[in-house]
């Protein structure tokens, strides 16, 4: 197929516009459309873009207490859509009795 500099394919002259923004876990789609034709359309697919970690936060935190364990989680988000990527737990160990 024989292909001009500004997106010519056999008469056609194409512009094109994001018709679906793609997201972290959905893709895209990108339309194109022949400028001399509106009739004349084929699309593309934008791939997801994929999740980005931000830094773990502290959660869920239970003291420790004299005899009894504590706790927290330490949870990671996407900066993008907010879903949760990671979690841990960690213990506390209790702290004893302070005379």
């Known amino acids: 197929m024989k292909y001009g500099l500004i997106g010519e394919k056999l008469g056609h002259s194409y512009s094109s516009e994001v018709t679906t923004q793609p997201d ?9 459309t022949c400028q001399n034709d509106g009739s004349h359309t084929y699309t593309e697919v934008i791939p997801a873009t994929g999740h980005t970690e931000n830094a773990a936060v502290k959660e869920n935190t239970v003291e420790a207490k ?4 504590g706790s927290y989680d330490m949870v990671v988000y996407c900066g993008v859509c907010g879903k949760e990527l990671g979690r841990t737990s960690h213990i506390i160990p209790a702290i004893g009795h302070d005379y």
Do not use: L, S
Request: charged residues 30%; glycine residues 8%.
């Open 24 to 32: 972290c876990t959905t893709p895209g789609v990108r339309t194109y």
């Open 66 to 69: 004299c005899e009894k364990d």
